[in-house]
């Protein structure tokens, strides 16, 4: 992983357009989701994490605050050249970082089924049928903060 990165909270229209251009860049363009489909109401309120290193933004997530006690981890996506660095475990721990911050006990999360691994990783367990979104397979998962 590299060492000089970081993971905020996107704090400004800078970190925003970044945080942005992440999510265009892996769900419209790599993974074809219409862009209609990729942006949605939710990110007027969604808490909005970034990871940006010295030459730009890596990853990039959201999390949704659910009046439940569970947040909704989505958005989860992160630049081709950083896969494999630790940056999506890091992004992963910041969003729940911020559930608890928000007083929520969980977290849950629609995990494309080529990523379930990945989250199983991190505690998270699926529930439910596959079903898809966007025309790609998904499972939703769950984690106990």
């Excluded at 993974?31 to 994490?49: K, R």
Aim: charged content about 25%; proline content about 3%; glycine content about 12%.
């Amino acid at each position: 992983m590299p060492e000089d990165y970081e993971v905020r909270v996107a704090a400004d229209p800078d970190d925003l357009k970044a945080y942005y251009a992440v999510r265009h860049e892996v769900f419209v363009v790599e993974q074809q989701v219409p862009a209609d489909l990729e942006y949605d109401a939710h990110d007027a309120d969604a808490v909005h994490v970034l990871a940006t290193g010295p030459h730009g933004a890596l990853g990039a997530g959201r999390l949704l605050l659910g009046e439940d006690g569970t947040g909704i981890l989505g958005r989860l996506a992160v630049t081709g050249a950083s896969r494999g660095l630790g940056i999506g475990v890091a992004l992963v721990r910041a969003i729940e970082d911020e559930a608890r911050r928000h007083g929520l006990s969980a977290v849950e999360l629609h995990a494309q089924t080529h990523a379930v691994g990945f989250y199983e990783r991190l505690g998270y367990t699926s529930f439910g049928a596959e079903y898809e979104e966007a025309g790609i397979p998904h499972l939703s998962m769950r984690r106990v903060l």
